[in-house]
């Protein structure tokens, strides 16, 4: 990786982001000593410009950036730094400088299991539960489908609220699978639901598509 840290008198900016959660926790600036020690260290370090010297993130809080990846961007003059937070980033005290609170959406989580759906399928390994399914065929994931949604179905009813949580992931991730098999994912779905948030979406013309699509 080509950094043009002449360009902008020896510093670049420094994005700096959660790897877990996604969040931009700060922006710092690097120079080429500050780059160095921190792929050597594992630990983000900058260029104090107030106090000009290198400076390591959490060197006197011990709220250390670990470092995950570096990436510049186009122009090479910018850095995307991907890290594991320990503590606050901010010297206030908050999670970030922008005073947000560093939260880890769970529905992020749909797209990692997606990714390890897709590792099961192209691999198979054996004694996977999932490796098992594929092997099943479609027509028995869709059965399987079905008896987790009856199950939801009858948590709901009953009004248990854990159970109804428990079912409904089987449903979820039986049905992920399902997709899987016929070559789509769960992003498919979140796309198609985007579309029919949008006020312009046409559900009639839609349902007539669909009614001739089966002609």
């Known amino acids: 990786m080509q950094i043009d840290f002449d360009k ?18 700060m922006l710092g600036y690097m120079n080429e000593e500050a780059y160095q020690k921190t792929i050597e260290t594992r630990k983000v370090t900058f260029w104090s410009r107030s106090r000009n010297c290198l400076w390591t993130k959490g060197e006197t809080s011990g709220n250390y950036l670990s470092l995950v990846s570096i990436k510049s961007d186009c122009d090479n003059d910018t850095l995307l730094v991907k890290v594991h937070p320990h503590g606050p980033t901010c010297h206030t005290g908050t999670d970030t400088c922008w005073g947000e609170t560093n939260r880890l959406n769970p529905i992020l989580f749909l797209s990692e299991l997606q990714n390890f759906i897709d ?3 192209e691999e198979m390994p054996q004694d996977s539960y999932t490796t098992s399914l594929f092997k099943k065929g479609v027509e028995k994931i869709a059965q ?4 987790e949604a009856v199950e939801t179905i009858i948590e709901a009813v009953k009004g248990n609220n854990d159970s109804l949580v428990y079912e409904a992931s089987d449903m979820i991730y039986h049905l992920m699978v399902l997709l899987t098999s016929k070559g789509l994912h769960i992003e498919d779905l979140a796309r198609e639901l985007a579309r029919r948030h949008n006020p312009e979406w046409d559900k009639a013309r839609r349902v007539e598509k669909a009614n001739d699509d089966t002609k």
Do not use: S
């Not at 902008?8 to 926790?25: E, M, R, W």
């Not at 399987?144 to 008896?147: A, D, F, P, T, W």
């Open 8 to 25: 902008q008198g020896g510093l670049v900016p420094a994005v700096i982001q959660d790897d877990t959660t996604k969040n931009v926790l």
């Open 119 to 121: 590792a099961r399928h």
């Open 144 to 147: 399987k489908v079905g008896e």
